[in-house]
């Protein structure tokens, strides 16, 4: 994925990867320097759709990236291409599979 948008130096595009998403952003490292409340823009390669987000937190730098979380401006849950639970789901409502140790009790 590519975020982009602009620091104290200039216009940024960064290739990235993910380290956890959500329905409502994505914790990830950038090279770029980025602040708390700054805009970027954020877009997949498999998707042509591109999500403006907004930096909530910045955290500390592993291998040269500092770690951000972002969260998108707008609602977009199908952004990532999967299916999240729904909000009133929990564990205790989960189904129970077969041949799970929850079963077998």
Do not use: Y
Request: net charge positive; charged share 20%; proline share 9%.
């Amino acid at each position: 994925m590519t975020l982009s948008g602009k620091t104290a130096a200039g216009p940024f595009a960064e290739d990235t990867l993910t380290t956890v998403i959500n329905a409502h952003g994505a914790l990830l490292g950038l090279t770029a320097k980025v602040t708390k409340g700054q805009t970027l823009r954020l877009k997949t390669k498999t998707s042509p759709e591109e999500q403006e987000c907004r930096v909530i937190w910045v955290g500390p730098a592993s291998e040269r990236k500092t770690q951000c979380g972002i969260e998108f401006l707008k609602p977009a849950p199908k952004f990532w291409g999967i299916s999240f639970p729904p909000a009133d789901w929990s564990p205790s409502s989960a189904p129970v599979m077969a041949g799970s140790k929850e079963q077998k009790k």
